[in-house]
């Protein structure tokens, strides 16, 4: 690859090494966090001034499950409303931030475990803009997805993100959007209201999650099959939870690890989120 490639002159203003880009697991939750002002999105706001401004985000979102590994590469990538029954304020909203190819093809490059396809009819769905606008409202930092392979297991997805270390010495926030613990069809609608409801199972595994993040013990995270009933019942699809295994495959030995909105909500979701670095 060309020492002088775009990508590597969109950075040159930070040089490798100078700062290591913490990495982000959000839980996302409901749409509806993207334009309210509650505890969640004030606690994102808050984020993005806590940690170095980024050259660009790439984000792993859990709305993004493709046959095959693709980033979004296009200059200015649509705002994707991908849910149905919410009000139109939330459909009204655009989230205008610039794409850029050459993070995207120097991304690609970077993966040399599995062909990774340059994306043109994706954008930014709602596991990313939803939490990136209110991080970062005028929109001028550039965003990309990276999909999640549905053919792949846990494993695969823990050392993929592993080849992403370098883009952290190059100014970029990798994110991963998802929630530890999501069972939508165990969701008790009539105490969504009710702060931090969450049954006895979702708040056993999310404390598990906590302490096995916290001592680096990756190995029964990855292997979440391992986690018996309260696993099945707070994984019974993986798309919300791999995720998390992007954000951890990018930690050091080095990196300080906390938690925030570290909260669970109707019974059985958590938007519990977890700073590395």
């Known amino acids: ?161 592993r080849e992403l270390y370098a883009l952290r010495r190059k100014g970029v926030l990798i994110m991963g959007s998802g929630n530890m613990v999501h069972n939508l069809r165990m969701v008790a609608w009539d105490k969504l209201n009710e702060p931090s409801y969450g049954y006895d199972w979702a708040i056993s595994l999310n404390d598990t999650f906590k302490q096995l993040i916290s001592q680096n013990d990756v190995k029964p995270l990855i292997n979440y099959s391992s986690l018996g009933r309260e696993g099945a019942l707070a994984i019974p699809t993986p798309e919300h939870y791999l995720p998390l295994l992007y954000t951890l495959g990018l930690r050091t030995g080095k990196d300080a690890v906390s938690f925030f909105n570290d909260r669970a909500v109707g019974g059985s979701l958590t938007m519990t989120s977890v700073r590395i670095g």
């Open 1 to 161: 690859m060309n020492t002088l490639s775009a990508f590597e002159q969109f950075t040159d203003t930070l040089p490798e090494g100078e700062t290591l880009m913490p990495v982000l697991f959000v839980g996302h939750g409901s749409p509806m966090n993207g334009i309210e002002d509650n505890d969640f999105s004030r606690r994102w706001k808050q984020m993005a001034t806590e940690i170095p401004t980024p050259k660009a985000v790439l984000v792993v979102s859990a709305h993004w499950f493709t046959r095959g590994t693709k980033i979004t590469a296009m200059d200015k990538p649509q705002t994707i409303h991908d849910f149905g029954g919410f009000p139109q304020a939330l459909f009204d909203v655009q989230y205008p931030a610039p794409g850029n190819p050459a993070l995207a093809k120097e991304t690609a490059a970077l993966i040399r475990s599995t062909p990774v396809e340059l994306s043109h009819d994706w954008g930014l769905d709602h596991g990313t803009w939803t939490i990136v606008r209110h991080m970062y409202p005028q929109a001028t930092i550039p965003v990309l997805q990276l999909s999640i392979d549905f053919t792949k297991g846990p494993q695969y997805h823990y050392d993929l993100a």
